[in-house]
Nanobody, 120 residues
Framework: QVQLVESGGGLVQPGGSLRLSCAAS????????MGWHRQAPGKQRELVAA???????NYADSVKGRFTISRDNAKKTVYLQMNSLKPEDTAIYYC??????????????WGQGTQVTVSS
């Protein structure tokens, strides 16, 4: 089983920065990809950024140029550096991962989420 623990959320003023971290633990054979989604009240969860095991990245248009996703393979940790934050970035941010078991089957996991609030 895999557990994901997010950290780094909090309250920040518009234009400020936060860095989210997500550490994976448990029985991990191989990580295919890790990423971040977010969900604001009354809205569906949306992809923010993702990174593959090879380092390929993908960003939502709304955060491109402001957010940067990175990973530390040795630590099984993914980061989301968020700069120039806007009130519309306010949401619960969820870490996710897709992992392969020894048999080659893929499984997805989600963290508990961390609250990011951008407000003056």
């Amino acid at each position: 089983q895999v557990q994901l623990v997010e950290s780094g959320g909090g309250l920040v003023q518009p234009g400020g920065s936060l860095r989210l971290s997500c550490a994976a633990s448990g029985s991990i054979f191989s990580i295919n990809a890790m990423g971040w989604h977010r969900q604001a009240p009354g809205k569906q969860r949306e992809l923010v950024a993702a990174i593959t095991s090879f380092g390929s990245t993908n960003y939502a248009d709304s955060v491109k140029g402001r957010f940067t996703i990175s990973r530390d393979n040795a630590k099984k940790t993914v980061y989301l550096q968020m700069n120039s934050l806007k009130p519309e970035d306010t949401a619960i941010y969820y870490c996710s991962t897709v992992v392969a078991d020894p048999g080659g089957e893929y499984h997805d996991y989600w963290g508990q989420g961390t609250q990011v609030t951008v407000s003056s």
